[in-house]
């Protein structure tokens, strides 16, 4: 028997536009019933398959989520492979601000500017949002998954960057720390 | 002959019958036993009325052990034979402790027979940490036993929830080794925190500040409607009280030009050190004194503010950890609803201030912060036995402290289960061959979140071999690390084209196999008298009809999940079963139903997915009968 894909266990429709209250209460509706802590009497075979079903849970609920995880699951299961790895093409303006944030981050590290990293994330968030909404209209509205593939990419590369904005902010906000 | 039972999976055969388990907090100064009685959990005491069972073993050279407050008398005089602190080297080499060079235990380090561990050789001869730790886990469970008047059926042990797989491994062996029945390794501060939130029924988000003996956690919980979500954790599992009584110890010995000391002077100062740290908690002004061996008399004047500005280092540590973790949880100081404090050194009242500044409001205090865990313990222990009233309904989703991954070309460590991960959780990655005609691959696991290999922790290593010649880069290899509910990893690898499997369950080495555990189990508890043999042989005959029963049961319930083949198999071993019951062989008894358990074992495991997604069903749409 094939297992229930991440939608179904939660019994949510498969879209990119989620309900996150309600993903969260499916969630833990599931794990309520699924959960090994419910089966500690049971026997092996009982306890192994409780915690595969509650694997399953955790897996969907992680993937469903966040916007990107989710984004690359509805393309995989639509047959649209991300390909990260292989596919790195981007658009042009999109790579020239690509290349425009690091090197502001990069001055902002340098000179240790605090408002000028914050400026920074403001921007970054803005794009995020923009990107993310974009992802929804193409997977939601006109099931065009290739193009959604194409923004699940550059949705990665706003991310990484993220990542190393908030490394950036703390290492500003707590030297000591940084070095130790 | 026995009554019918036919239990649904999962389902207690038994349900009104109230089952024995408790709660254990195996700490690193000191440990407890707690269990829930008519609804209310309450610590268990020994039978001079204390709570307490100091975490200190001595071994005497007549093969007495000593446990708890008998050996800490003597840990002056015979230091080397009396372990304190054995938490610290659970799962630890010793090139791992920190502070080694003053103690007084003769290390013995044995990379051939225990690689993974240190050990001590005592007067009784060469132990290890796990050994200890079993001898603190018998007392308590005798106390239990004693208290509760029957036999448990099981028990949830505590650990710092920034312990390592290596170090909660040793702790379930140590309970095993004690035979105790582990019900689950719980998290210190998430047990602290079912304690805090079942008793004021609170909901929101929030922190344990968890300082012990010799662990530092910082756990961070949202509480709703009966779900107790970890959403991060962090610490050191190095870093507790007794790093407080060793900066105070050396302040002492450089005020007094003390040096160099006898192991029993240093043990002694070491011991004046913890008084006087507990009565600073009290007084702002404390003598430190002693007499030592030698007739030279110390006596160093200590004040709150000298003993707060040599232990700010260790504050700070610990709030640079509450820091990453409140950021791991995606939340800002501001957002904690309230900061729980546990663990004994939370009594300091510099660490109290330190915390209450960092997240702007007063920590809770209201429940001992020695007894939290365990009776936060107890009620996991009680709901894990079955022993849940109705309405008295709750569900833990913990994490795992440490991210999980493989060693890749380079040296370079490749995540596989990122830190904080919600557990239980599997998680797959493909790799492939470099080489043409590679055969074997080489599968190291580390835990850590360094780049390096070398700056992780290794757990494990093993290979899989087998994979037929290819060109490089065309094997597909799956590996895939499950985490189960007690944060231990298991690690299988598999060659998608051929099928060739290797797995592992990551266990530290420490020169005790299950085999031997088995053994000295064995050893102590089947002592050749006539009267247990008898007993034995009851329960197993029992055991032996409950399972057929329930297999026949079974069989006209869901035989429908079975193919002809596997029926008629499964009838062959219902048939071996019935006959071998009539004897008055165990040995038989035993192997016949050990083959219908494992004949067995996977018609049980599809019955348990149809129970489940029948479960599932009453609510989730029609893809899951697909």
């Given at each position: 028997m094939s297992h229930p894909d991440h939608f179904a266990l939660f019994a949510l429709p498969p879209r990119f536009a989620i309900d996150e209250t309600a993903l969260e209460s499916a969630y833990k509706a599931v794990q309520s019933k699924v959960h090994p802590d419910r089966f500690a009497a049971g026997t092996a075979a009982e306890r192994r398959v409780a915690m595969q079903w509650a694997a399953r849970a955790n897996e969907g609920y992680r993937t469903l989520k966040s916007p990107l995880p989710r984004a690359a699951y509805l393309c995989e299961r639509a047959g649209v492979a991300i390909g990260a790895e292989s596919n790195t093409a981007m658009p042009g303006p999109f790579l020239v601000q690509q290349m425009e944030w690091r090197e502001a981050l990069e001055d902002a590290r340098r000179s240790a500017d605090a408002k000028h990293l914050a400026g920074l994330a403001n921007g970054m968030a803005a794009e995020r949002s923009r990107v993310i909404a974009e992802i929804g209209d193409a997977i939601d509205r006109r099931s065009d998954y290739a193009a959604a593939a194409k923004l699940v990419r550059q949705l990665m590369f706003i991310e990484k960057f993220g990542d190393e904005l908030r490394a950036a902010d703390e290492a500003l906000s707590h030297p000591r720390e940084a070095s130790a | 002959m026995a009554l019918l039972q036919i239990a649904e999976p999962g389902e207690s055969a038994a349900p009104h019958q109230h089952r024995l388990a408790v709660g254990i907090d195996l700490g690193t100064t000191n440990s407890l036993v707690a269990t829930v009685r008519n609804s209310i959990p309450v610590v268990i005491d020994d039978a001079e009325g204390r709570s307490l069972l100091p975490s200190i073993v001595r071994y005497l050279a007549d093969g007495t052990v000593e446990v708890g407050y008998e050996a800490q008398k003597h840990q002056s005089l015979d230091p080397r034979n009396t372990v304190v602190s054995v938490k610290r080297f659970m799962g630890r080499s010793r090139a791992d402790v920190l502070h080694v060079e003053n103690m007084p235990y003769d290390f013995v380090d044995r990379p051939d027979a225990a690689p993974g561990m240190l050990q001590i050789r005592t007067a009784a001869g060469v132990k290890s940490p796990v050994e200890v730790s079993a001898e603190i886990l018998k007392d308590l469970r005798s106390r239990a036993e004693e208290a509760l008047g029957g036999e448990l059926v099981g028990a949830v042990v505590t650990v710092p929830a920034y312990f390592d797989d290596a170090q909660r491994q040793a702790t379930k062996d140590a309970a095993?080794?004690?035979?105790?029945?582990?019900?689950?390794?719980?998290?210190?501060?998430?047990?602290?925190?079912?304690?805090?939130?079942?008793?004021?029924?609170?909901?929101?988000?929030?922190?344990?500040?968890?300082?012990?003996?010799?662990?530092?956690?910082?756990?961070?919980?949202?509480?709703?409607?009966?779900?107790?979500?970890?959403?991060?954790?962090g610490g050191d599992s190095a870093l507790g009280g007794d790093d407080f009584d060793h900066r105070l110890f050396c302040w002492i010995i450089e005020r007094a030009k003390l040096l160099p000391l006898s192991q029993q002077d240093s043990r002694s100062l070491m011991v004046k050190a913890r008084d006087v740290k507990e009565l600073l908690s009290v007084d702002p002004e404390v003598r430190a004194n002693a007499v030592l061996t030698t007739g030279e008399v110390v006596d160093v004047p200590t004040t709150s503010r000298d003993f707060a500005h040599m232990t700010q280092p260790l504050v700070d540590k610990t709030l640079v950890a509450c820091r990453k973790a409140l950021q791991d949880a995606g939340i800002k100081p501001t957002d904690v609803d309230g900061v729980v404090m546990v663990g004994g050194a939370t009594r300091m009242p510099h660490v109290r201030k330190a915390v209450g500044t960092f997240f702007g409001q007063t920590p809770l205090t209201n429940i001992d912060p020695d007894k939290v865990v365990a009776l936060g313990a107890a009620m996991q222990a009680n709901l894990l036995a079955g022993n849940r009233a109705a309405g008295d309904d709750w569900l833990l989703l913990d994490v795992i402290p440490l991210s999980l991954g493989l060693e890749t070309m380079g040296g370079l460590v490749e995540r596989i289960i990122p830190r904080?991960?919600?557990?239980?959780?599997?998680?797959?990655?493909?790799?492939?061959?470099?080489?043409?005609?590679?055969?074997?691959?080489?599968?190291?696991?580390?835990q850590g979140e360094r780049e390096l290999v070398a700056d992780c922790r290794s757990l494990a290593r093993f290979e899989l071999r087998g994979i037929p010649p290819m060109a490089a880069g065309a094997a597909r290899i799956r590996?895939?690390?499950?985490?189960?509910?007690?944060?231990?990893?298991?690690?299988?690898?598999?060659?998608?084209?051929?099928?060739?499997?290797?797995?592992?369950?990551?266990?530290?080495?420490?020169?005790?196999?299950?085999?031997?555990?088995?053994?000295?189990?064995?050893?102590?508890?089947?002592?050749?008298?006539?009267?247990?043999?008898?007993?034995?042989?009851?329960?197993?005959?029992v055991e032996a009809q409950r399972l057929l029963e329930a297999t026949v049961a079974a069989l006209a319930a869901?035989?429908?999940?079975?193919?002809?083949?596997?029926?008629?198999?499964?009838?062959?071993?219902?048939?071996?079963?019935?006959?071998?019951?009539?004897?008055?062989?165990?040995a038989a008894i035993r192997a016949a139903t050990e083959a219908l358990v494992a004949g067995t074992d996977d018609f049980a495991a599809r019955r348990m997915d149809r129970s489940i997604r029948a479960a599932l069903a009453g609510r989730t749409i029609e893809e899951l009968a697909k």
């Open positions: - | 095993k080794l004690a035979g105790i029945n582990v019900l689950r390794l719980l998290n210190e501060p998430t047990a602290a925190a079912i304690a805090y939130g079942l008793d004021h029924s609170a909901e929101g988000t929030y922190a344990v500040y968890d300082l012990g003996g010799g662990t530092f956690d910082i756990s961070v919980l949202r509480l709703s409607k009966g779900v107790f979500e970890v959403l991060s954790t904080n991960s919600t557990i239980p959780v599997a998680r797959a990655q493909e790799f492939t061959t470099f080489r043409d005609g590679q055969t074997a691959m080489a599968i190291h696991v580390v590996v895939t690390f499950t985490v189960d509910a007690d944060g231990l990893l298991s690690v299988a690898a598999r060659e998608m084209g051929s099928g060739v499997e290797a797995a592992i369950t990551v266990k530290p080495t420490y020169g005790l196999s299950d085999d031997e555990i088995a053994r000295m189990l064995q050893e102590s508890f089947g002592s050749a008298d006539e009267d247990m043999r008898a007993r034995a042989l009851r329960e197993q005959q869901d035989g429908d999940l079975l193919s002809l083949d596997e029926r008629n198999a499964i009838e062959r071993l219902v048939a071996d079963s019935s006959a071998h019951l009539q004897g008055t062989d165990i």
